[in-house]
């Protein structure tokens, strides 16, 4: 993945652009500069929009989705990731890790990291050059940026932080694309100062691991792997337990904590993602039947309507669209 190229003419107007998405991948691809790749979890009809502003050592966006999505994600090298989610209380999480209505979620760039995201959700997300903020904390605050870091990669702002950081970010957003418009430069001198204010805040609470959580995740992350690797032949339950080494309330558990879903459900909705990504971005030149089969479904009239009911369309349509 290349590095970002920032505006080389600081006092030029911010690059801004607003895309509008009727797919969850399509979703991820309109983010400039990440890798990631997104599955759609809660059925019907997908719509999203990413509102994003480049600045001199900066990337600024908000992201809307009318679905749940399971994003595994990378924002681009030498950089910070700060996401600012609108959630009530245990809706999302950051790899495992719930996130309570104040969660502002920190990781560095170029590491995948996975977030799962509640139905009709939206999520300010800053990424910044690390050796720039590194610099601006150094020469504003005499703060190491490596040690804030190592405090953990959620914390819970104190009440009332949160939404100022939210304002913040909408009216930077805002104003970039106002005909009078402050300097890129200006722009970015309030992003980095917003964040710090956060970052430094001595109301800002780590948010501890829970260990059984993350144990409920990494099972969950098996069984994805285990779907995605063994595409033909989609495990059944008993197979699950017998792989895992788990009894069918345990995997039960682990499922219901992380997801909300069943087993079952959560494995036919990679799959449905997996066919559908193929359909979008395929030649055309297979039959749906084809690619439906290599991703185990046997049956095409319960496949059409498992997919219909996912995404609100018929696969022929989703070809169609492509």
Same mark, same amino acid.
């Given at each position: 993945?290349?590095?970002?190229?920032?505006?080389?003419?600081?006092?030029?107007?911010?690059?801004?652009?607003?895309?509008?998405?009727?797919?969850?991948?399509?979703?991820?691809?309109?983010?400039?500069?990440?890798?990631?790749?997104?599955?759609?979890?809660?059925?019907?009809?997908?719509?999203?929009?990413? +509102?994003?502003?480049?600045?001199?050592?900066?990337?600024?966006?908000?992201?809307?989705?009318?679905?749940?999505?399971?994003?595994?994600?990378?924002?681009?090298?030498?950089?910070?990731?700060?996401?600012?989610?609108?959630?009530?209380?245990?809706?999302?999480?950051?790899?495992?890790?719930?996130?309570? %209505?104040?969660?502002?979620?920190?990781?560095?760039?170029?590491?995948?990291?996975?977030?799962?995201?509640?139905?009709?959700?939206?999520?300010?997300?800053?990424?910044?050059?690390?050796?720039?903020?590194?610099?601006?904390?150094?020469?504003?605050?005499?703060?190491?940026?490596?040690?804030?870091?190592?405090?953990?990669?959620?914390?819970?702002?104190?009440?009332?932080?949160?939404?100022?950081?939210?304002? +913040?970010?909408?009216?930077?957003?805002?104003?970039?694309?106002?005909?009078?418009?402050?300097?890129?430069?200006?722009?970015?001198?309030?992003?980095?100062?917003?964040?710090?204010?956060?970052?430094? %805040?001595?109301?800002?609470?780590?948010?501890?691991?829970?260990? +059984?959580?993350?144990?409920?995740?990494?099972?969950?992350?098996?069984?994805?792997?285990?779907?995605?690797?063994?595409?033909?032949?989609?495990?059944?339950?008993?197979?699950?337990?017998?792989?895992?080494?788990?009894?069918?309330?345990?995997?039960?558990?682990?499922?219901?904590?992380?997801?909300?879903?069943?087993?079952?459900?959560?494995?036919?909705?990679?799959?449905?993602?997996?066919?559908?990504?193929?359909?979008?971005?395929?030649?055309?030149?297979?039959?749906?039947?084809?690619?439906?089969?290599?991703?185990?479904?046997?049956?095409?009239?319960?496949?059409?309507?498992?997919?219909?009911?996912?995404?609100?369309?018929?696969?022929?349509?989703?070809?169609?669209?492509?």
């Amino acid at each position: 993945m290349p590095l970002p190229v920032f505006p080389a003419d600081t006092d030029a107007r911010p690059l801004r652009r607003v895309t509008r998405a009727r797919d969850a991948d399509e979703q991820a691809d309109n983010l400039s500069q990440w890798n990631q790749r997104y599955d759609q979890l809660s059925p019907g009809s997908f719509e999203g929009s990413v +509102t994003e502003l480049w600045l001199p050592k900066s990337q600024v966006f908000m992201e809307t989705a009318n679905r749940a999505l399971r994003q595994t994600c990378a924002a681009w090298p030498r950089s910070v990731w700060f996401g600012i989610p609108a959630a009530r209380d245990g809706m999302m999480s950051l790899g495992g890790k719930p996130l309570s %209505s104040r969660a502002v979620c920190i990781r560095d760039g170029g590491a995948e990291f996975d977030l799962l995201t509640a139905p009709d959700f939206n999520l300010f997300g800053v990424v910044v050059d690390r050796l720039a903020f590194a610099d601006y904390l150094d020469r504003t605050a005499r703060q190491d940026l490596d040690r804030l870091l190592l405090q953990g990669d959620v914390r819970n702002l104190a009440p009332g932080r949160k939404e100022s950081l939210c304002a +913040t970010l909408a009216r930077v957003l805002a104003d970039a694309h106002h005909p009078d418009f402050p300097d890129a430069e200006a722009l970015q001198e309030r992003i980095f100062s917003a964040l710090a204010d956060a970052l430094l %805040s001595h109301d800002t609470v780590p948010v501890p691991t829970r260990r +059984t959580r993350l144990i409920h995740q990494a099972t969950v992350d098996r069984v994805r792997q285990y779907v995605l690797d063994n595409p033909e032949h989609p495990p059944t339950i008993p197979e699950l337990c017998a792989h895992l080494h788990l009894s069918r309330r345990a995997l039960q558990n682990c499922f219901e904590d992380v997801t909300g879903m069943p087993p079952l459900a959560y494995m036919r909705s990679l799959r449905l993602n997996a066919v559908r990504r193929e359909l979008r971005h395929g030649s055309g030149l297979r039959p749906i039947s084809s690619i439906a089969y290599d991703w185990g479904f046997t049956h095409m009239s319960q496949f059409a309507r498992d997919y219909r009911r996912m995404f609100g369309e018929l696969p022929s349509e989703s070809l169609r669209h492509a």
